[in-house]
């Protein structure tokens, strides 16, 4: 039972170093490549006089301005925004109450729309309901009359059969046998 024990202690102390070893080698490929690069670059700025970097010769034209993209780029000023447009600077001059109003005015002539299209609704559902009820009175009417029709038919059977079985027996009374 002891050496069951401590061969569990054992590879359970084996697992714990593959997990550490893993964890140890993906530190280092992860921080691996950025502690590389500030080494390197620390010994290079340390040894600045052993390697030195030529100056860059560039013939790049000079960047263009923004007035040399678009001439109307330029005046990004707000002030003359709309002005010669009319209806945007009357629509801008409206105060807050009127736009309210007109707000509500929309609001209202939507929920009209909607009523003419929820009664107009109503009516067609009330129109085909009616229809299905007097479809189905025409059946309960079909039904009955059936159903009395049967039952006629019934009273006739009864009546047929008493007067069958009254002319046998006659008949039987008077020497006719049965085949």
Excluded at 24 to 52: C, E, Q, R
Aim: glycine share 6%; proline share 4%; with cysteine.
């Amino acid at each position: 039972m002891s050496g069951n024990i401590s061969s569990r202690q054992s590879s359970g102390m084996c697992v714990r170093c593959c997990i550490m070893v893993v964890v140890f080698g993906l530190i280092l490929y992860i921080l691996g490549p950025t502690l590389h690069w500030k080494v390197n670059k620390g010994t290079m700025l340390g040894h600045d006089s052993a390697i030195s970097c030529s100056p860059c010769i560039c013939d790049c034209p000079p960047p263009l301005s923004i007035l040399n993209i678009g001439p109307g780029l330029a005046n990004l000023s707000t002030e003359d925004c709309g002005k010669s447009d009319p209806e945007l600077q009357n629509e801008m001059e409206k105060q807050y109450a009127e736009l309210l109003l007109e707000e509500l005015k929309l609001q209202e002539m939507v929920s009209e729309e909607q009523l003419r299209h929820m009664n107009a609704t109503y009516r067609e559902a009330r129109r085909v309901a009616s229809q299905y009820q007097r479809e189905a009175e025409k059946c309960n009417v079909a039904t009955e009359t059936c159903e009395e029709s049967r039952e006629r038919a019934e009273a006739l059977l009864r009546t047929e059969i008493k007067l069958s079985f009254l002319w046998e027996e006659r008949a039987l009374k008077l020497g006719w046998e049965v085949e």
